[in-house]
């Protein structure tokens, strides 16, 4: 559970109480009542006021490939740990209830977010005690296939996110295989109200945009990324770059970003670990070790968006209308 | 153009050892076996597989011809000490020599071939024997350029060195302790006396590397390295090479007939279902 703190912020009172004991009667008594009516209000006002602070953990997991019940069994074994170690949101990594390498395989290990598909019921189950993001694949309706995050809260489906960009190219060839989403939303939790993208969503600019323009006050972002590219430096190229970028959302948006990424191998693909969260001023609050297995946890000041934006007022000052009005523009060249 | 060859050898390491590590033992083995030439490339896959495995879980196999270097011999066993593992000495001349007395005058590339094919052969029965996987000693700059001999020396269950270039691997080979005398000495095949790679190649790897970074891994075009410096006739030469031996990177190719053909729509990868 979240632990609670009161902000103290216009609670001192003296001088006025100093007024009122030098008045007389029925004035001083409806004073005094008004008084302690707009104390207890602000009392209340205070509470809405919390200073949250919540532990958020990355699950940096290798996976089973094709293997979703060796894959559960996992996610429910360290969602347990969660609960004893105190944990609020426990972020699982892309397709990780499946690997990611699925191929053929994406039909035979689909399934449906809800209470009566027979993996979710346990994660939902799981999650009355810790809330999750998992990831896996989602079969719609009509049997398209989706890459999916799934933010699961005291049994229940918070918001399902499907993958909005489906690399293919290089060593990628998610398009065969995956329906592109066609929704980016933020979504109101108990803690607050976050976002969630998987891994090439955020290699482009805009997902993360709308949804700090939608209120997402923190980004869940989870990956399977092969990790590539060699030279002098002690990690690799990739590692660089996905820390880059989402020291730079943290920053620009003056949000939290939490990053959770794999470890392990799919033939000779290595998934390079390294999960990640930044605070609102780009700090970086923890890091979970390159390559390995590993649950990595920090605490969350929520409260720090407070100080953060009330330093650099990038939201406030941000003019959506006129990205609207020139991309309006723009598209209809 | 920037052209950086160098890397992290712990980096590399690292990725490598874990990369053994998982690829055998997720399919249920724990044990690997190795040619070892006496080379930089095979002693760089040899040292890993031990950090991997454990020295007792590799088999060091060393198969000398007559023709052989004594010191590639010597330099195999010297890894062999070094490492602590169990190994095995099968002389192939008497698998080898009765196919290449039927035919008097073969070419020295036939019976360097048919030696890589022998080796292969050993490999493969002491992986059964010893109930390890044949790891691969290819390195980038030969899968590239097509210099290994086809179910030869390119024949392996999992390689770990095959996407870095022989100076890379050389790099490598100094972060694991690998002797100075063993990366130094030209690189060589062995399969006729005096036989050198770049002898044979005409070109030396420092050289051929540069190139190949630039056309395969930065995506050079061929007349932007000719302008970056390279003679035309090099670029030439190598990128047609390049071209002429895809056949030996990909599996052969089937006819297809039906609706669903390997090779072309029933892709899985190698690690399903583990």
């Known amino acids: 559970m979240p632990k609670l703190g009161i902000s103290w912020e216009g609670m001192d009172e003296k001088p006025k109480m100093t007024a009122i004991t030098a008045m007389a009667g029925n004035q001083r008594r409806i004073l005094l009542l008004s008084f302690m009516v707009s104390s207890i209000i602000k009392f209340v006002q205070s509470f809405l006021l919390l200073i949250m602070k919540i532990n958020l953990a990355l699950a940096q997991i290798n996976t089973t490939l094709g293997k979703v019940q060796i894959n559960l069994d996992k996610h429910l074994t360290i969602a347990k740990q969660a609960v004893q170690d105190g944990v609020d949101i426990l972020v699982f990594p892309e397709l990780s209830l499946t690997g990611y390498v699925l191929q053929d395989l994406v039909p035979a290990v689909s399934c449906r977010a809800n209470i009566n598909d027979p993996i979710f019921k346990y994660l939902l189950d799981a999650s009355r005690s810790v809330d999750m993001v998992v990831g896996f694949v989602d079969e719609d309706t009509r049997h398209r296939f989706y890459v999916a995050s799934a933010y699961l809260s005291q049994g229940k489906v918070a918001h399902v996110h499907h993958k909005l960009y489906l690399p293919t190219y290089g060593l990628f060839d998610e398009g065969r295989f995956y329906a592109p989403g066609n929704s980016v939303r933020a979504f109101d939790t108990r803690f607050g109200r976050f976002g969630m993208l998987i891994c090439e969503d955020f290699w482009h600019a805009s997902p993360p945009y709308l949804l700090w323009q939608d209120g997402a006050d923190m980004l869940l972002l989870s990956s399977a990324a092969p990790g590539r590219g060699l030279n002098n430096e002690p990690k690799l190229e990739t590692s660089t770059w996905v820390e880059l970028i989402n020291k730079a959302y943290a920053s620009l948006f003056t949000t939290f970003v939490a990053h959770a990424n794999r470890s392990g191998f799919e033939d000779g693909l290595n998934f390079m670990g390294g999960s990640t969260i930044f605070d609102p001023n780009g700090k970086l609050l923890c890091q979970a070790p390159y390559f390995e297995e590993s649950v990595t946890k920090a605490e969350i000041d929520l409260n720090q968006l407070n100080r953060t934006r009330a330093r650099l007022p990038l939201l406030r000052d941000e003019r959506p209308e006129l990205v609207l009005h020139e991309l309006a523009r723009i598209l209809n060249k | ?274």
């Open chain 2, 1 to 274: 153009m920037e052209i950086n060859l160098s890397i992290d050898p712990e980096l590399v390491r690292k990725i490598l050892k874990e990369f053994i590590h998982s690829e055998i033992t997720r399919v249920g083995f724990s044990r690997a076996v190795i040619n070892l030439s006496g080379g930089v490339d095979s002693a760089v896959s040899f040292a890993l597989s031990v950090e991997a495995l454990g020295p007792e879980n590799v088999l060091a196999i060393r198969c000398p011809y007559k023709t052989s270097s004594p010191d590639s011999l010597e330099h195999a066993q010297v890894l062999i000490d070094q490492f602590g593992c169990p190994s095995v000495t099968i002389p192939i001349s008497e698998m080898v020599d009765p196919l290449i007395v039927l035919e008097p005058g073969m070419s020295e590339i036939r019976k360097g071939n048919i030696m890589a094919r022998a080796r292969m052969i050993v490999a493969y029965d002491q992986s059964e024997a010893f109930k390890g996987l044949v790891l691969g000693t290819g390195n980038k700059t030969e899968i590239l350029l097509g210099y290994t001999t086809l179910y030869g020396d390119s024949a392996c269950a999992l390689n770990p060195i095959g996407d870095l270039y022989k100076t890379q691997v050389r790099q490598l080979a100094r972060g694991l302790g690998i002797p100075d005398a063993i990366i130094a000495k030209p690189p060589s095949a062995d399969l006729w006396t005096g036989q050198t790679d770049e002898g044979e190649l005409g070109f030396t790897y420092a050289e051929v590397d540069k190139l190949l970074y630039l056309l395969v891994d930065q995506r050079y075009r061929p007349e932007e390295c000719v302008e970056a410096g390279f003679s035309g006739n090099f670029v030439r030469l190598v990128f047609e090479r390049v071209r002429r031996n895809q056949f030996k990177r990909v599996l052969p190719p089937v006819a297809k007939l039906s609706s669903r053909t390997v090779g072309y729509d029933f892709l899985y990868l190698r690690d399903w279902g583990t």
